[in-house]
């Protein structure tokens, strides 16, 4: 008689299995908890899996598709997970806006959560505060690295391709890494923003290499070191076959930490795609899925080193001491990189012809305009509206003076430098009619923003003397909602009020600057006018 594990030699044997096969599956069907049982038998116990779209940065989107895929739909909290290679900078901006929200998000670094908190003011939850990690490191041609004893002295470093940290989280790591070396101290920090300054200059005819593969690329072709990072240097060489050679300063490196956030709306499909994000987290924290990261480039979330002797060992990760330190370096470093774009409104109301000292508001205000046109350099761009209720005609509170040009542009026979400040002299002749402040607010916005230009700080300057008196206007709450709504953090345009003299209201243009970032400010006597005036260029990326 066949033993228990034989094989059946004929078709009778094979007829009987069939047989008793179905008897069994009968069998499980009717009994206590067969149904269950049959569903494993048959398929997913979970029936039909809800979908998830999970946006993820481009390096660790594929790895992410790979996890997925190898694990199953119970294991992933019955879910189906879609992955979509996206930009963090589309990424937060479609979140600051509302649409086309995916229900997951892993962008390359918390920076870009801490980004769009700020442009919503509201809170992100987080289903996990790191999934994967790599470090910053300083690339070059195998036997050409040198040795940097910190990161102030690479960024020192006169063949050094960092990309764009306008837009760019290695970037932005390069120069994180040396303010988290300064510490609190304010002399390092002077240090580093010195250091920033050719850097920044250099950037408009280094755009392109705010991608990680082309500065490895014209590393190759041309020598010098690339800021990329660990990931992508190990990518790079198994994708081209070079050879290249990575370090950091004995100081340690900045870490780029992959985050998951629930960007699902509040709701129950909130609460069910943190579990799914969850989920996802402990497969990718799983044997299998750590496996994965690593053969992909990746660290554990705890930054650990690679195995096989890969990337460059052991790195201390450095910490940022002072969050606003490193986030005003940043933001100098905008203002050093780029030009101005700047679209000035100035209030014509009839209160503008009231006196201030020995000149009138109005009077003022030119000269204070007159001073400020001589600060913008020549590839600075500006434009200048005029405002006050119906000077546009019909409903339009604005009238556009001089559109937005370079300064050095010609214009007929003239610069437009030169046809802003005719312009800015014939103002004294519009003062009439109450204070537009609202409306014109945002049709400034929407038109900076229309324009927008990616290689300027991009800005609406604001002086009024008043507060709103348009009853047919968009209300304050409107204003504000539309403006949050509409900033786009990757294309953002900020808004700086001016106030002229205390009948300004103040906490209105306090809350229309904060509202995109901006920086509001009030001459509360004459004399303050002009200086005012030329601080507020001065802070026009919202300093």
């Known amino acids: 008689m066949p033993g228990r594990h034989s094989v059946p030699s004929s078709a009778t044997s094979r007829s009987r299995v069939a047989k008793y096969g179905v ?26 899996p809800a979908s998830y779209s999970l946006a993820a940065d481009p390096s660790i989107a594929p790895v992410l598709e790979k996890i997925i895929d190898d694990t199953s739909v119970e294991d992933l909290g019955c879910a189906q997970i879609e992955v979509t290679a996206s930009q963090s900078g589309q990424v937060s901006n479609a979140v600051a806006k509302g649409a086309d929200v995916p229900s997951l998000w892993i962008p390359d670094s918390s920076l870009w959560i801490g980004k769009t908190v700020r442009s919503t003011a509201s809170l992100i939850d987080l289903a996990s505060q790191s999934v994967a990690s790599t470090p910053a490191v300083l690339a070059a041609r195998k036997d050409e690295v040198p040795f940097f004893d ?28 040396a303010v988290a070396e300064a510490g609190t101290d304010a002399t390092a920090l002077d240090s580093v923003s010195t250091a920033l300054v050719p850097i920044a200059q250099a950037q408009a005819a280094n755009r392109g290499e705010a991608d990680a593969t082309t500065r490895l690329d014209d590393l190759v072709a041309d020598g010098g070191v690339a800021v990329v990072s660990e ?35 509040a709701g129950q499909k909130h609460e069910d795609a943190k579990s799914v994000g969850a989920a996802l987290a402990a497969a990718i924290a799983s044997e299998p899925g750590q496996q994965a990261l690593s053969e992909a480039g990746f660290r554990a979330a705890d930054g650990a080193p690679l195995d096989s002797d890969r990337g460059i060992g052991d790195v201390t990760a450095l910490t940022v001491a002072d969050q606003q330190a490193a986030e005003s370096t940043l933001r100098e470093y905008q203002v050093l990189a780029l030009p101005s774009r700047t679209l000035v409104m100035e209030d014509v109301s009839g209160s503008m012809n009231y006196s201030a000292g020995a000149n009138t508001r109005i009077a003022l205000t030119v000269q204070a305009s007159e001073t400020g046109n001589r600060l913008f350099p020549d590839n600075a ?16 509170d604005y009238r556009e003076l001089v559109p937005i040009r370079r300064m050095d542009d010609k214009v007929g026979d003239t610069t437009q430098r030169e046809v802003l400040l005719q312009q800015i002299r014939t103002m004294p002749s519009l003062v009439g009619g109450g204070t537009g402040l609202y409306d014109t607010t945002l049709a400034a916005f929407r038109a900076v923003q229309q324009g927008y230009d990616p290689d300027a700080v991009n800005s609406v300057i604001i002086l009024t003397d008043g507060a709103n008196e348009d009853p047919n206007s968009v209300s304050l709450e409107e204003l504000l909602s539309t403006l949050r709504a509409e900033q786009d953090p990757s294309r953002p345009v900020i808004i700086v009020t001016i106030g002229i003299t205390d009948d300004a209201d103040a906490g209105v243009l306090q809350q229309i600057s904060a509202a995109t970032g901006g920086s509001s400010f009030v001459a509360r006597n004459p004399a303050e006018i002009p200086n005012v005036f030329v601080n507020a260029l001065r802070s026009r990326s919202g300093r």
């Open 23 to 48: 008897v069994a599956v009968a069998l499980l069907l009717v009994v206590g908890g067969g149904v269950v049982v049959a569903q494993k038998a048959f398929g997913s116990e979970c029936g039909d």
């Open 150 to 177: 910190t990161w102030l002295t690479a960024l020192k470093l006169e063949s050094l391709r960092i990309g764009n940290p306008l837009t760019n989280t290695m970037s932005d790591a390069a120069i994180l890494g």
């Open 231 to 265: 990931q992508t240097f190990l990518q790079y060489q198994l994708d081209t076959g070079a050879e290249l050679g990575a370090t950091v300063p004995p100081t340690g490196s900045i870490f780029l930490n992959f985050p998951m956030a629930v960007t699902e709306p």
């Open 381 to 396: 761009s500006m434009g200048l509206w005029a405002f006050s209720i119906g000077l546009g005609g019909g409903d339009k």
